[in-house]
């Protein structure tokens, strides 16, 4: 007999999953362009949604380091706190929604915690005084506002980003041919909208004024969640709870099950607020880690990994096949390599901002481009890249050339060290200026995107597929948990590339671009390594999951 998930969001972020439950599809006059209305409606939402995310992280970094002076690595490590819980959450967001609150209102909260953490970003009380951060005298009130923001809108992301894909999966029956298709068609739109956020959020944030730039991200998502209300007779019923009346249903002091979740969202802000700022004072560990303190999310992310290998391995000695246990070892392989992958790739959002801000002519092709801005380069080749690659795929497959995914993942290594090389080379060989030309960066981008194809998309396909059924749910959510540690990754590797400006707030661009040059070189060698070191287990691996 067929044993239940183990985790049952399944669904979340594995749409596929729950198919025989679905109901076919909307009737054919619901349609626009061939596909079901109510995924233009999901793709808007998740856009905005997008938009907002990406563009508050091109932006955090600079804001903290130019309005707030905070030192370059305590920004880093923010960053990665921020975006790390970010991708923590979607675990819980899609478990609530799942077994409670159903997809709509989870989106629903998710978005209006958003706009309201946007809004209070808005609010960017006094610029620091003092030249370094070392004399900054900074407006405490206004970052506790910050990270108060921060924190609503790491749980809105936990909230609205799992059940926007859900309901997309929901729109499709189950043996729908047009379900792959309606989910490229939803990627692009994430990546549309990262796009035109780090151009339109960027400019405004860096040009106009900080607040003018978050609260720009938090009116878009605001429309886009107007557009999802106005929008739900598309949705047809699919995502409603599953029990409205458990929902209502009043779980203390008279209030339902319903508004005790909306309070646990808010008290869970309040939790994830202090956590954003706790830092873990104990010295041997802040020596080890090169003078920077450990954050709370840090040590918390150690214990959850410990947590999960612990699982697997208790889950080896639990009678599986022989192949199933293979799937599994190689999926546990390719999910930690995952890590490491989005911990170099991060630094897009850090150490590449800060380089393009310090060291890079940013004249190029007849436009200033602000630093900020410069991140739009990474979701423009996303873009460019999802034909040729989506071509790519089956025709090596007719070609019986298609790589295999710890092979792919390795590539996907690979990619992301040359990326790190090309900047690391443009770092030490500067223009007449002193500066470096915007097009290593862009030519850095293109290759660290080919890494994010043949890595990102391929890593969902594998969790889908090598995973015993019972855990799938459990292995999705591991594989965001896994994007979450690499974020926090991303934020602590950033520290080594922390540059501090001179007594009177200039930084010193010839040490930067060297520092850079050295730090991106290790990085090369860190993605080059592990790609090699897959490359040499790929057969290895391949060997374990056959039959
Ligand atoms: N870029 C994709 C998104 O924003 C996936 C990122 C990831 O898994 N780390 O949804």
């Not at 974020?487 to 040490?511: C, H, M, N, Q």
Request: proline share 5%.
């Amino acid at each position: 007999m067929p044993r239940p998930p183990l985790y049952s969001s399944a669904r979340a972020v594995v749409p596929e999953f729950r198919l025989s439950t679905l109901s076919p599809s909307a009737s054919s006059s619901d349609e626009l362009f061939g596909h079901p209305k109510g995924l233009y409606i999901c793709f808007m939402t998740e856009m905005w949604e997008r938009f907002a995310f990406y563009g508050m992280k091109a932006l955090l970094l600079l804001y903290l380091v130019k309005h707030h002076l905070f030192a370059q690595a305590d920004g880093t490590l923010l960053l990665g706190t921020y975006a790390g819980l970010a991708y923590a959450l979607p675990l819980l967001g899609g478990l609530l929604a799942d077994r409670y609150l159903g997809m709509r209102k989870a989106v629903l909260f998710g978005g209006i915690l958003l706009v309201l953490g946007q809004l209070g970003m808005a609010w960017t009380g006094s610029a620091a005084t003092g030249t370094t951060p070392a004399n900054a005298v900074r407006d405490d009130v206004a970052i506790q506002v910050m990270y108060f923001s921060l924190a609503l809108i790491g749980v809105g992301v936990g909230f609205l980003k799992p059940n926007i894909s859900t309901i997309v999966g929901r729109l499709y029956s189950a043996d729908d041919p047009r379900r792959d298709s309606g989910f490229t068609i939803f990627y692009m739109g994430i990546n549309v909208g990262a796009w035109l956020a780090s151009i339109v959020v960027a400019y405004v944030g860096e040009y106009i004024g900080w607040g003018y730039g978050f609260g720009l991200a938090g009116v878009m998502m605001a429309l886009g969640l107007v557009q999802f209300v106005m929008g739900q007779k598309h949705l047809h019923g699919h995502a409603e709870p599953a029990d409205p009346v458990m929902l209502e249903a009043p779980v203390f002091a008279g209030v339902s099950r319903e508004w005790a979740i909306y309070l646990g969202g808010l008290v869970l802000a309040v939790g994830v607020w202090q956590m954003l700022q706790t830092r873990i004072d104990f010295a041997p560990l802040t020596a080890m880690l090169g003078g920077h303190q450990a954050t709370l999310t840090e040590v918390v992310a150690v214990l959850m990994g410990v947590a999960l290998y612990a699982w697997f391995v208790k889950l080896m000695f639990s009678g599986l096949s022989r192949k199933e246990k293979g799937g599994m070892v190689m999926l546990m392989v390719l999910i930690t390599v995952s890590a490491l992958f989005w911990g170099l790739y991060e630094q897009t959002y850090g150490p590449w901002v800060l380089m393009a801000e310090i060291g890079m002519d940013r004249n190029t092709l007849g436009i200033e481009w602000s630093s900020g801005q410069t991140t739009n380069f990474g979701a423009l080749f996303v873009v460019l890249f999802s034909f040729p690659f989506a071509w790519l795929w089956p025709k090596l497959d007719k070609a019986g050339l298609n790589p295999s995914y710890p092979a792919k993942f390795a590539w996907g290594l690979v990619f992301c060290g040359l990326s790190f090389g090309i900047l690391a080379y443009a770092a030490a060989h500067p223009g007449e200026a002193g500066k470096t030309s915007l097009w290593w960066m862009i030519l850095a981008y293109a290759v660290l995107v080919m890494g994010e194809m043949v890595l990102s998309p391929v890593g969902l396909s594998a969790v889908t597929r090598l995973s015993i059924p019972r855990a799938v749910g459990l292995m999705m959510g591991a594989w965001f948990l896994f994007s979450a540690f690499g974020e926090i990754i991303a934020g602590r590797l950033g520290t080594w590339a922390a540059i501090e400006p001179d007594a009177a707030g200039k930084y010193d661009v010839p040490a930067a671009l060297a520092l850079y040059a050295d730090v991106f070189t290790q990085m090369m060698w860190i993605g080059l390594a592990a790609g090699a070191l897959l490359f040499l287990a790929t057969p290895l691996l391949k060997r374990l999951t056959r039959e």
